[in-house]
């Protein structure tokens, strides 16, 4: 079991290791000079020649690499012109709001998605499983960045409930209670929106793997030997059928990334997704590469998590790997 | 083989997974193909209208503020999104051949080393990717389209690999290499021929990805100017939101959504059709 886990950490690391050498290489190879893009569009001369010399950029290419990678080791993303601070504080300070955002969509998501898929699951081949199957369809096609604008404009526009975006209203009491009450107002409409589709992924997931949990033949003996269905179901199906989902969870993080992008956007939810957008927008380009960076090594983080999460839960892998 | 073939072509025509998305997916293609004599007008050119007129028998899906015709516009945003994901696609199913057939064909180290770059790939978040290198060689719509190709192929990649290994393992491919079949033939007359249908499902899901792609990119304005996309009708439209332009923002829109739940669709009846134990699960 130690052996897979220090496997699976030795992945996570090189996995941010080749993050790095890549950007560091695609800087290399985009057109322009190296110094420029390491500094940002709205640097002055005189700034980029510091950073060519902090860098080594007049340096043969190996050394370049080397002074990178141990730039980076040190915990320094770069610094960021435009916003006049370190690279890394700049996403920190935006770190939480996003946590707060994914958090509760994961949450939601998890919850409501495993219910659909247990009801789709229980009366499986029904018109009530072919209606939550086809809804959960359209959910999953749906795009993040227009489910948040037709939500702007029906919840916000035309029927005033909610607010149009940012993160909470301007000029409110200091009271913790207000601020709360006002944070949670407004986060609402961003949550439903990144909700959406991975609702779509869980009941899906659920769903299958209900079935393929009920037909095993620890069912069949459960049942013969007299134990309510409603008890099978939380004892041997549920558990189960829920199994994969951390997984899922794990490697959905990575596509979630996307969706946090166009929410945050849309709601002008100040994360490190809207972070990007303005980034971009300045062609700020140490925030846009700390940012790959960043959410790379913490996507690559949390898939690390999830298997350890995976191990502790599932004594059959633990078993398994050992032997 | 023909007679397979034929089977499960009327197979694929009997399924309503199949026949129902091609339904509500035809205006869209035939929007894509016939742009020219379906659009009134240009879909770049501004001011063939008043600003921000909801739709009427001129303008059937109103202007944008700039009095652009949305509805010329959504009909060359077809085009633009059938060429960024057909054309993407088709690249990242070739890397995904060229990484996952040697990697299951020779196994042992070469697998290994090919996986774990898999691995590595697929764990990175594609869609700052593609950001990132769209701000560092520029968005005009063949890098663009390069660019998602080129991101695409990792789960491809690991799906021809798995079908390889557990087709070489076969008693077919055993037969034909008794019989004396070059390890060439063997790959390309028995083996991979196989491979392709079991792929088909994930294909339709990376044409599904590519078209979100391309138009996010648009929609967050980083895409080609001089192309018209469903993602820039919407972020034209974002911008006048406050008016209540809802027009600007269903049918670009919904256009998005019927070409991503076509191609879902199909997916699923596809790998209904040709795994049915497991799909029925699904």
Known sequence: ?323 | MMIRSKRLFRNLLSERYVIVPFIIYSPILIAAIFAEYIAPYHPLETGVGPPLSPPTLNYLMGTDQLGGDIFSQVVYGARTSMFVSFISTAMAVMIGLLVGVPAGYFKGLVDEVLMRVTDVFLSIPSFILIIFLVVLFGSDIYTLTIVIGLVGWPTLARIVRAQILSLSEREFVLAVRALGASPLRTMFSEILPNTILPLIPAIMLQLGFAVLVESGVNFLALGDQNVMSWGRILWMASRSIYAGVWWGIIFPGTAILITIFSLNILSDGVSKIINPKTARSW
């Open chain 1, 1 to 323: 079991m130690w052996a897979e886990l220090a496997k699976r950490a030795f992945t996570s690391l090189a996995v941010v290791l080749i993050v790095v050498i890549m950007s560091f290489s695609l800087i290399h190879l985009a057109p322009g000079d190296p110094a420029m893009l390491m500094a940002g569009e709205a640097a002055s001369p005189e700034y980029v020649e510091t950073v060519r010399k902090q860098y080594g950029l007049d340096k043969p290419v190996y050394e370049q690499l080397a002074i990178y990678l141990s730039t980076l080791a040190s915990g320094n993303l770069g610094y960021s012109i435009t916003y006049g601070r370190p690279v890394l504080i700049v996403i920190l300070e935006r770190l939480p709001q996003t946590i707060l955002l994914v958090g509760t969509s994961i949450l939601l998501s998890f919850a409501i998605g495993v219910i659909l898929g247990i009801l789709a699951a229980k009366k499986a081949y029904s018109y009530l499983d072919v209606f939550i199957n086809t809804v959960v369809l359209i959910m999953f096609s749906i795009p993040a960045f227009w489910l948040g604008l037709m939500l702007i404009l029906v919840f916000a526009l035309y029927i005033p409930i909610f607010p149009v975006g940012g993160m909470i209203d301007i000029g409110i009491s200091e009271d913790p209670f207000a601020i709360s009450l006002s944070v949670l107002h407004h986060l609402v409409l961003p949550t439903i929106t990144l909700s959406t589709f991975f609702l779509a992924t869980y009941t899906r997931l659920t769903r299958a793997g209900m079935i393929e949990a009920l037909g095993m033949n620890y069912v069949l003996l459960a049942r013969a030997k007299g134990i309510p269905n409603s008890r099978i179901l939380r004892h041997h199906v549920l558990k189960n059928a829920l199994l994969p989902l951390i997984t899922v969870l794990a490697i959905q993080l990575g596509l979630m990334v996307g969706g946090v992008v166009f929410t945050e956007t849309v709601f002008s939810w100040p994360g490190v997704g809207s972070l990007l957008v303005q980034a971009v927008y300045y062609r700020d380009y140490p925030l846009v590469t700390g940012i790959f960076i960043f959410t790379s090594a913490a996507v690559s983080l949390a898939n690390f998590v999830a298997d350890l999460v995976y191990f502790m839960i599932d004594p059959r892998i633990r078993i398994k790997v050992s032997v």
